[in-house]
T-cell receptor, first 109, second 119 residues
Framework: AQRVTQPEKLLSVFKGAPVELKCNYSYSGSPELFWYVQYSRQRLQLLLRHISRESIKGFTADLNKGETSFHLKKPFAQEEDSAMYYC???????????FGQGTELSVKP | KAGVTQTPRYLIKTRGQQVTLSCSPISGHRSVSWYQQTPGQGLQFLFEYFSETQRNKGNFPGRFSGRQFSNSRSEMNVSTLELGDSALYLCASISTRGLAGGRSSYEQYFGPGTRLTVT
């Protein structure tokens, strides 16, 4: 079954500390993965996607097909990074995004 | 480009009533998806429309329906509302681009959502 798992509901770090938000997936096919972010009282917005191999706001994510993971990383967290982060998998057959349950990142000063 | 707009932003209904939510996608985007977001179930896919046709449907009862107009605007309707239908309903406007090997990449741009409360 197609599935996205984000094992941490809440991740709390101090400003300047490294951050890693975990995402594992299950998909029979070539996966296309995304990270979305939802800041307080704002809409869900695309942070990055694995096919772009880009870095947005200092975040990067590498697709590891062997471990079926797509963890989101940032070397030095900032207070403005505090938000809900969702890992999502594009289900080509179903024509939809499959979301993980989300991880709330809290960056303390 | 203007982003995805959804109306109304907030709605309070009582059980048994019906409701219609509206979504205007980004100009030029022909595909629209709808998702339901709740604290318990997270983000779940409702349906997707392309050129006025429903292409995909999630695992929701028949009380949930939608349609798309020729200008790509979309509406979703929920009939006989239940308390459990209280949620944030998100519309996404979909951008498609071709990749090497004949594959396509889909980027979804979300609207602010309509917060539906059923009492």
């Amino acid at each position: 079954a197609q599935r996205v798992t984000q094992p941490e509901k809440l991740l709390s770090v101090f400003k300047g500390a490294p951050v890693e938000l975990k995402c594992n997936y299950s998909y029979s096919g070539s996966p296309e993965l995304f990270w979305y972010v939802q800041y307080s009282r704002q809409r869900l917005q695309l942070l990055l996607r694995h096919i772009s191999r880009e870095s947005i706001k200092g975040f990067t994510a590498d697709l590891n097909k062997g471990e079926t993971s797509f963890h989101l990383k940032k070397p030095f967290a900032q207070e403005e990074d505090s938000a809900m982060y969702y890992c999502a998998l594009w289900d080509n057959q179903g024509g939809k995004l499959i979301f993980g349950q989300g991880t709330e990142l809290s960056v303390k000063p | 480009k203007a982003g995805v707009t959804q109306t109304p932003r907030y709605l309070i209904k009582t059980r048994g009533q019906q409701v219609t939510l509206s979504c205007s996608p980004i100009s030029g985007h022909r595909s629209v998806s709808w998702y339901q977001q709740t604290p318990g179930q997270g983000l779940q896919f409702l349906f997707e429309y392309f050129s006025e046709t429903q292409r995909n449907k999630g695992n929701f009862p028949g009380r949930f329906s939608g349609r798309q107009f020729s200008n790509s605007r979309s509406e979703m309707n929920v009939s006989t509302l239940e308390l459990g239908d209280s949620a944030l309903y998100l519309c996404a406007s979909i951008s498609t681009r071709g990749l090497a090997g004949g594959r396509s990449s889909y980027e979804q741009y979300f609207g602010p959502g309509t917060r539906l409360t059923v009492t």
